[in-house]
T-cell receptor, first 116, second 115 residues
Framework: GDSVTQMEGPVTLSEEAFLTINCTYTATGYPSLFWYVQYPGEGLQLLLKATKADDKGSNKGFEATYRKETTSFHLEKGSVQVSDSAVYFCALTGAYSGAGSYQLTFGKGTKLSVIP | DAGVIQSPRHEVTEMGQEVTLRCKPISGHNSLFWYRQTMMRGLELLIYFNNNVPIDDSGMPEDRFSAKMPNASFSTLKIQPSEPRDSAVYFC?????????????FGDGTRLSIL
């Protein structure tokens, strides 16, 4: 079945440091890939997405490129801020189940803490 | 635009009581998902609906859990009787589920504590 593997956290960085959170996936067909962010006490919010190979999703300074050859979708940001402290989830929509909806398969999440 | 609306935001109740969680999806979305999040198990899909019809409830942990979607703008998740191990944050999400490139939009969740 489909699966998403994220790097283990927590990750602690100083403000203005470079961020990479690794994400690799296993899926049949051509999944769409997503990064979600969850701030403390809130629900998951879509951060960015990419729907086909070599697409780059970007938002709020974060970027991720859909790499089909390495089945990866690593999240990067050049200079993190304290306000980026949150849990980040990599996810994909896999093959159509035939039941009218695509489901999301999530990674376990990576907690990021940014210190001043 | 209004997002996914869940109520209540917090619920504290005693073991054995019935608990009902409510969700209003984004207007126009045809798929609705219920998730549970805990530290131990992470994010788990409990059940999802497409066009108000339950499609897959294999994630529902026990018969104590039930979910309904009587119309396109409302869904409930009920636990009866509740147990302490049901304590978790429950999220509802909606999407244009028929398209693989459409993301799910999450509510802010209901934090449930069973004493």
């Amino acid at each position: 079945g489909d699966s998403v593997t994220q790097m283990e956290g927590p990750v602690t960085l100083s403000e203005e440091a470079f961020l990479t959170i690794n994400c690799t996936y296993t899926a049949t067909g051509y999944p769409s890939l997503f990064w979600y962010v969850q701030y403390p006490g809130e629900g998951l919010q879509l951060l960015l997405k990419a729907t086909k190979a070599d697409d780059k999703g970007s938002n709020k300074g974060f970027e991720a490129t859909y790499r089909k050859e390495t089945t990866s979708f690593h999240l990067e940001k050049g200079s993190v801020q304290v306000s980026d402290s949150a849990v980040y989830f990599c996810a994909l929509t896999g093959a159509y189940s035939g039941a009218g909806s695509y489901q999301l398969t999530f990674g376990k999440g990576t907690k990021l803490s940014v210190i001043p | 635009d209004a997002g996914v609306i869940q109520s209540p935001r917090h619920e504290v109740t005693e073991m054995g009581q019935e608990v009902t969680l409510r969700c209003k999806p984004i207007s126009g979305h045809n798929s609705l998902f219920w998730y549970r999040q805990t530290m131990m198990r992470g994010l788990e899909l409990l059940i999802y609906f497409n066009n108000n019809v339950p499609i897959d409830d294999s994630g529902m942990p026990e018969d104590r859990f039930s979910a309904k979607m009587p119309n396109a703008s409302f869904s409930t998740l009920k636990i009866q009787p509740s147990e302490p191990r049901d304590s978790a944050v429950y999220f509802c999400a909606s999407s244009l589920g028929s398209y693989s490139n459409q993301p799910q939009h999450f509510g802010d969740g209901t934090r449930l504590s069973i004493l």
